[in-house]
């Protein structure tokens, strides 16, 4: 005895004021009766303060109450009953807040930060009955924005990676013998589109070890009076293993994961923002030595360099 909810879209990606249709599927080895079939979607904001990224006031608070975004309940089928086998029933909920002033924000999976969207199935039996249910998350992203011209093309910045441009500590040895490392990448794309660019090593005493980007995500929370922001990583890719042949370039090719990754928000009591971090990882004895720990710490041998990351969604 079971039910189930199948969607209409296979990637259970949806935009307001569309409506979320599919089918609700029951597995019975006898009829049931039932007091009625609801359907009910749900969207929210979830945010929580971890004591690391806010100070002792601010971590009191800990799991704050969610923001609604949306809360919506239709009646499938009145009391009745369903049949032994298998049974399928269609449904269909239009996307919208029921006229109220509300946004519907993309989906997103965060650190502190979670703006989730959830269709829920009830099949209420009687009181000595356990109702079946049933639930499954949909995705659902932005309104498609009507640009006036062309669509938005990736924003390319130039970056450079010097024993001067550094602001921690260095080995001796790459202090005085000196690196150079040039490139560009894109701080402003579609979040559907890869995170694009290109880096040459055009100098450096010391051989490379690895060059890695990091894909990081800033969440800011509105507590009280205050904000806690923590930074975390989204993700790293690996761009070059090994030293590698000065004055090449290398393609620099990300692609971003749609749930951890959303365009870039600035709500009122909450913002999530993105950063690109180009890591160069460079081949000392003391690397072989080190313990693991936070990749974004610095470390004697590794030179990096950061430059924030604007995602959008558009047509």
């Known amino acids: 005895m079971s ?10 990606t949806y935009r307001p004021n569309e409506p979320l249709q599919g089918k609700i599927i029951t597995r019975l080895p006898c009829s049931i009766s039932h007091r009625g079939i609801h359907v009910t979607v ?3 904001v979830n945010l929580q303060v971890r004591g690391g990224s806010a100070g002792f006031i601010e971590s009191i608070y800990g799991v704050l109450k969610p923001i609604r975004i949306v809360k919506k309940t239709i009646q499938v089928h009145p009391s009745g009953k369903i049949s032994a086998g298998t049974t399928e029933m269609p449904f269909s909920v239009v996307l919208n807040d029921g006229g109220k002033e509300g946004k519907f924000y993309e989906t997103f999976h965060g650190e502190n930060i979670s703006i989730q969207y959830l269709l829920h199935v009830d099949v209420v039996r009687g009181y000595l009955h356990k109702s079946l249910s049933a639930t499954v998350e949909f995705i659902v992203e932005s309104e498609l924005v009507v640009l006036p011209e062309k669509p938005i093309s990736p924003e390319m910045v130039f970056f450079y990676i010097t024993q001067d441009t550094q602001r921690h500590s260095l080995l001796p040895q790459l202090k005085s013998g000196g690196f150079k490392i040039s490139g560009r990448i894109c701080t402003q794309c579609l979040v559907s589109d890869p995170l694009v660019g290109e880096l040459t090593v055009e100098a450096s005493a010391v051989p490379v070890y690895s060059i890695d980007i990091h894909l990081l995500r800033v969440e800011s929370i509105m507590v009280g009076e205050n904000i806690a922001t923590e930074t975390s990583i989204v993700q790293t890719t690996q761009i070059a293993d090994g030293d590698v042949c000065h004055s ?4 620099i090719y990300v692609m971003l994961p749609r749930l951890l990754t959303c365009p870039t928000m600035f709500a009122g009591p909450f913002s999530v923002e993105f950063k690109v971090t180009i890591v160069v990882t460079f081949q000392t004895e ?7 720990s936070d990749p974004r710490a610095f470390r004697k041998w590794v030179a990096m360099e950061s430059l924030p990351l604007e995602l959008v969604h558009s047509k």
Do not use: A, H
């Not at 090449?248 to 393609?251: F, G, I």
């Not at 003391?286 to 693991?292: A, F, R, S, V």
């Open 42 to 44: 749900n969207g929210s």
């Open 248 to 251: 090449l370039p290398l393609p």
């Open 286 to 292: 003391l690397y072989n030595m080190q313990t693991k």
């Open 3 to 12: 039910v189930e909810i199948k969607l209409s879209r296979s990637n259970r």
